[in-house]
Structures are given as C-alpha cells and as structure tokens.
C-alpha cells in the first residue's frame, strides 16, 4: 500500500492569487503542485488574448513557475497545471525556455486534443449536433458559429504523462478534477481500464478523488473563502490554500499548512462540496462519483477526512464548453436618490427608452420583447430597478436606488454612443439628482455560453512528454 | 410548536455559484458538532458539547431544512426564481439540499445582464430571509 499522496492547490481561477505557488512549496511537504486556471469564461478571455497577443494560455502561471521551478525540481515535486488553456503546447514550449533559461533541468509533459475548432466542420458533418443542454437545440438551428469549443478531458492522460517521466504538466480544458485524480492514479498505480470495465473498488478509488479534486479546485473556498460563517475563520485576512492527501483507496484528508490563516471544518468542506453542482451523481470522464455517499469526519485540528464515497460509470459523452460571440453590449447605472423612486425610475424609462416602469414590469425579463417596445434600436434591452426600500435614509447608502439598463446588439454603434449619448444629455431635464454611477463607457463584445457534449471516439487525446509523443491517450 | 423570526442563515450555510446560464445553492445545517470542531481548530479542546446531544439537534434542523428548502419553498423566499425551473436535491450525509435554478443566468456569465452575473451572492440572499424556526432548534447547543 502506497502512502498518501499530497496534492496542493495553489490556484482556483486565472488570476488568483499570484504568491500561492511559492507558498504552497515553501510551506510545508507536498508531492504535486496543481491548481486549476480555467473557469467557463477563462476560455472567452484567453480567445480575446489569443486575438491580440498571439497566445491563449494562462501567463501568470509562467510567473509562478519562475518562482518555484528550482525548489520543485530540487525535492522531486511534479506540477500539474491547466494552464495552457486554448495553447497548451504553445505554454509546453514557453515552460521549456524558461527551465532552459534558468538552468533548470525539467522534463515538459503536455495533454492536448480537448480542442475541437480544428476539426468542427469535420465533426458536424459526422453528425455532431452539438445539442445545448439547457435548449435542446442544436448548434445549427441557433444558427451559432462557435469561437472556442473544448470537450473537458480527464485525468487519465495527466497520469500518462506523469508515469511517461514528466516533471511539470500542462494541459488544456481538462475537468478540474481531473488536475488530482491524474496524479493520484499516477501515484498509486491505479488503472483506468480495470474502472471502466466494472472494477467497484477502482471505480471507488477514482471517485474519491475526483471529490478530493471537487473540493480543493477553488483555491481558499475549502479552507474558510467565501465561508458563509466566515466570522469563526481565523486569519482569513490570509488564508491558506487547500491540500489533499489522497490514500490508495481514495479516501483523502482535507488540510492547510500549519501556520497558515483560515480553517479547514467538516463545514467548509461542506461548503465546497455543495459548490456548482448538480444532483448527486457528479461525472467526469473516469468515473462519476455519487456524492450521497460522502462521509465527513473531522479527523484533527484543520483536518477533514473524505470517505465512503462509491464511484459509478463514467458517462458515455464528454462535456463540452463551447462559446459564441453573441454580439455588443453596454450598461449604464443611473442612481435614484431619496423620494419617489419608482417615479424617478419611470420619468427616466420614458425619457430614454419611451418606456414606462409599469409597461418594463409587465413585459418581465423577456430583453428582445422589451427592446421591441422601446424606442431604443436595439436587439435587446434588459431594465433593473434596485430599490434600497428604507424610509428616512440618515446615511448616503440609504437614500441611494439604482436603474440599471442594459442593451445588447449584433452592430456595436448601436449600443455605443448611440445608446449612452441620449442619457447623458438627459441629465439636466430629467428627474432631481440624476447622476450615473460610472461615465458612459463605450461597447464591449460578449460570449454566449453553450453547453453541450461529444461522443469520446470523437475526441483524440494527445499526449507528448520532452517532445516525444505517448502512445494510449484516452479523454 | 412555538416559533422565533429569525434569517434562515442562523444556523444554516449556503455556497452559490454558476454552471452556464444555471445557478445553484448548496444548503447545509451547522452541526453543534462543528462547532466543537471548530473550537478544536481553534486550538480550544475543553469546551466541546455532547456529541449524542449535537447530532440529534443537527438532524432535527436537517428535517426542517428539508421542510422549508421545497421547490415552492425557494420560489417564496427568492421570488425571482418564481417562473424558473427548480430542482432540490437532498444529500442527507451531508445534512445538505442542493438546489438548480435552471436559466436565472440567461446564456452564462459573459451574456447575462444580472447585476451579478455568476450568482456568487445568491447563497447569502436565500440565508437573509427571515423565517419562523422552532425555538427547539435554536435552545440546542449553541451553533
């Protein structure tokens, strides 16, 4: 029986914090260093960046690896990273030059194909339909043309690399479970086919994991981040970042640093465990974990232990995160301050959209039927009213209300000055102590997530270690 | 049964976040038994209540939590959710609810025009609210 693994994260989304890394290393015994970049958006940002600079990976983790890559290397510490983003070989080549500039031997593992724009064309002529989960429809009938489009990989591919004698691993749209499970199969000689041909105990052994992925992803929100009572965390002016000891069967304890700030309880691993999920069964493609069978033990001081959980088969399909660019979109808040709120509210409606509040409450949140009444030419318009409701404000914060308006259009002139212009102008002749909580800002461009799957075969996974490909990828 | 109005959040937690244009809200009940764990990471070993004690008060307010958290339950407390579609999943190992609300976020973070856009402080809203809670729940050892 192998000891535990010891995975640190050390980030929950592209631009958390940019010293975890080194703190991670430096606090204490760890054997992997993994952290996850890339949330849904991400994907959309670094299209954006790619666009403009050229590449579509993560930069700060660059800047976090110059900082630990020589202690890594020094105590053996593997770094698991989803940095790469839209390029994770353009980031395998960008990690190369930099163990190369430091003097730092380092073997550079990296997991591609998750991928799928090259080959869309390809794939809906297969038959793909790329059916919105949410909709039902397909990519065809929304008439979408997608700009990202990345099927979420596992973690077996991650332990090829590592079992294939890479020292750091960078991977694109990988599931951000998939950043533990991959090293914990890789550490514990689990085998993949054994779980997907019916193997319970592998089968539970992967899904501890991927729990164990499940609540360490986000960075400090399992040691007391965004803890709803976040009045009993200590130190959470600096909390430390989550690590988990996986155990050969999966099972894992949950901790921090000693030393470090907040905590880690049975309920802020609760917490975390509850965070963007759905029913119980929580896939991924290894193995789908049943989380009604989790069982929580606070097991010492910041020391949660995970265990009971029973794995299932993995799904037939693998998620995909896709984006289109849904067109321009622009917002002003206008504050409403004191008396007659909603006949401030109103005068303004009427005066910029030729809209009442009692015809914007009737139409509801339906943005196109509402754009269509007003006298804005605009696709859509969306209109919020944040009533602070508290009668004889003493303080500034009581007396002030928001309008919020929002448009939205495939030509961005329309949205732009087009839009705010009209406002601003308004601002002596409408109603008392009209003001904008920001100056009008010009158009920006907006994603339209859509969510969907493709079928595995669909998917090639590509695995290379120093620039040698592996063979046996498997999403 | 006497009542006391107080927020729902006085001994329950709740984490939100998004997943596309879908929002969810994980419910949990503070255990009295975390609280002693809490103490214990506190370093503060000799006050912990009875465990026996704790768990059946825990799972006293886990069934009421069952009770309030319904799908009509949620649509009263978050009237925004009120034509949205809901599913409440209950995770008694956890003495947990998550609940889905399908669409609150349009097409996802980027396309949505919610104040906020990821419904990173729906949670708190939903511990906001105040409710009638048995006072049997709240006489318990203290959360």
Redesign the interface.
């Known amino acids: 029986m192998t000891d535990p693994i010891r995975i640190a994260n050390c980030s929950g989304f592209f631009g958390d914090r940019l010293a975890a890394a080194r703190e991670m290393v430096d606090g204490g015994p760890i054997d992997v260093l993994t952290g996850d970049w890339l949330a849904?958006?991400t994907m959309?940002i670094l299209m954006r960046q790619k666009l403009k600079r050229g590449n579509g990976f993560a930069g700060t983790f660059l800047t976090q690896l110059e900082q630990v890559l020589g202690t890594c290397s020094d105590r053996g510490i593997r770094i698991v990273s989803n940095a790469g983003g839209l390029d994770p070989l353009a980031l395998g080549e960008a990690v190369d030059e930099l163990a190369t500039r430091l003097g730092i031997p380092v073997r550079v593992g990296v997991v591609s194909g998750d991928d799928l724009m090259p080959r869309m064309a390809e794939l809906l002529q297969s038959g793909e339909g790329f059916v919105n989960?949410?909709t039902g429809e397909t990519l065809l009938e929304a008439g979408a043309v997608p700009i990202t489009a990345n099927a979420y990989i596992g973690g077996e591919p991650i332990a090829d690399a590592l079992r294939g004698g890479a020292d750091v691993v960078v991977t694109g749209r990988v599931t951000d479970a998939a950043l533990v499970i991959g090293p914990a199969a890789w550490w514990h000689g689990w085998n993949f086919a054994a779980a997907r041909a019916g193997d319970q105990a592998m089968r539970d052994a992967l899904a501890g994991a991927l729990v164990a992925g499940h609540v360490i992803e986000c960075g400090a929100?399992a040691c007391g981040g965004?803890?709803?009572?976040f009045r009993?965390v200590?130190g959470l002016e600096h909390p430390g970042l989550p690590i988990a000891e996986v155990a050969a069967d999966g099972s894992t304890v949950i901790t921090k640093h000693e030393g470090t700030g907040g905590?880690?309880?049975?309920?802020t691993v609760?917490?975390?465990?509850?965070?963007?999920?759905?029913?119980?069964a929580y896939a991924n493609p290894d193995v789908t974990a049943d989380?009604?069978?989790?069982?929580?033990e606070?097991v010492?001081?910041?020391r949660v232990r995970i265990g009971?959980t029973k794995g299932l088969p993995e799904p037939q399909r693998l998620k995909v995160a896709m984006?289109y660019l849904?067109g321009f979109r622009n917002?002003l808040t206008l504050v409403l301050t004191g008396l007659d709120v909603e006949a401030k509210a109103d005068l303004a409606l009427r005066t910029i959209a030729g809209l009442s509040l009692e015809q914007v409450r009737s139409t509801?949140t339906d943005?196109v039927a509402l754009a269509a009444q007003s006298s804005l030419s605009v696709r859509e318009l969306?209109v919020?009213l944040?009533d602070s409701g508290i009668d004889d404000p003493a303080q500034p914060g009581d007396a002030q209300s928001f309008l919020?308006i929002?448009v939205k259009d495939p030509d961005d002139a329309k949205v732009g000055k087009a839009f705010t212009a009209p406002l601003i102008e308004a601002t002596l002749s409408s109603y008392p102590g009209m003001f904008p909580t920001t100056p009008p800002g010009p158009a920006s461009p907006?994603?339209?997530?859509?969510?969907t799957t493709v079928a595995r075969e669909n998917v090639t996974v590509a695995v290379q270690v120093a620039d040698e490909p592996l063979v046996g990828g498997t999403p | 049964m006497t009542t006391v109005r107080l927020p729902l959040g006085t001994f329950i937690g709740a984490r939100s976040g998004d997943k596309g244009g879908d929002a969810n809200v994980g419910a949990w009940v503070v255990a009295p038994v975390e609280s002693a764990a809490v103490r214990l990471s506190h370093g503060r070993n000799s006050d912990l209540v009875s465990t026996a004690d704790a768990v059946a008060v825990a799972d006293a307010r886990y069934a009421w939590l069952l009770s309030v958290l319904t799908v009509d339950g949620v649509r009263a407390l978050l009237p925004e959710t009120r034509d949205l579609r809901i599913e409440v999943h209950a995770l008694p190992n956890l003495r947990a609810v998550n609940i889905v609300i399908h669409g609150i976020l349009g097409r996802g973070v980027a396309e949505t025009t919610r104040v906020d856009p990821q419904a990173k402080g729906l949670g708190e809203h939903l511990r906001a609210r105040i409710v009638d809670i048995p006072t049997s729940l709240i006489d318990g050892p203290a959360a």
């Open positions: 849904e958006l959309l989960l949410d929100q965004n803890y709803a009572f009993d200590p905590m880690v309880t049975i309920g609760t917490a975390q465990l509850l965070y963007e999920i759905g029913g119980p989380f009604a069978t989790i069982e929580l606070q010492g001081r910041d009971g984006n849904g917002s509801g943005a969306a919020e944040l919020r929002t907006y994603g339209v997530y859509w969510p």
